[in-house]
């Protein structure tokens, strides 16, 4: 099984050639998002943050309440749904937010997956990949990996300057 990442630019193509039924929007509150068909809004899970890593005034800094409802998700998804359909995750640009979705996803799945390896495939897959190291953070912490993820997420530093992220498939453990 896969998590696919990509920008919301490619969502659409992306889940038509994927066959996903499940997303994860990662986005500026406010920005309109048309989920794609056969996605059904019980399958949509929207998360409105600003691609920031400390609190701003009049910015939605990624929280615990977003990381938490992305794992609620994520379980729901992996214990129901993933052998059927793989699951998307998107930002804007599939640089920060989504990247660290898809991370945060694989650690979460297998919690015996070493998370430098991940970090390290990530970078590999997607040149421009800059997980945004706040959600990553706070995931660490819910998930107990005391601090490999983060560790992982920056040992990779950051991506090569891209206005759009390529898009890529991350292997799960099923």
Known sequence: MEVHVCSLARLGATVQATGARHVVTLINEGTPVLCPAPVRPENHLFLGMNDIVMPM???????E???QSLL?????WWRGHAPSS???VHCWAG???STAAAFITACAVDPQRDEAAL???IRRLSPAATPNIRLVTIADGMLGRRGRMVEAIQSIGRGRDAYEGDPFALKLAR
């Open 57 to 63: 005034d009049g910015y939605v800094a990624p929280a």
């Open 95 to 97: 640089i920060s937010r």
């Open 119 to 121: 970090a390290a495939e």
């Open 65 to 67: 309440a977003h990381v």
């Open 86 to 88: 793989p699951l998307v």
């Open 72 to 76: 609620g998700f994520v379980d729901e």
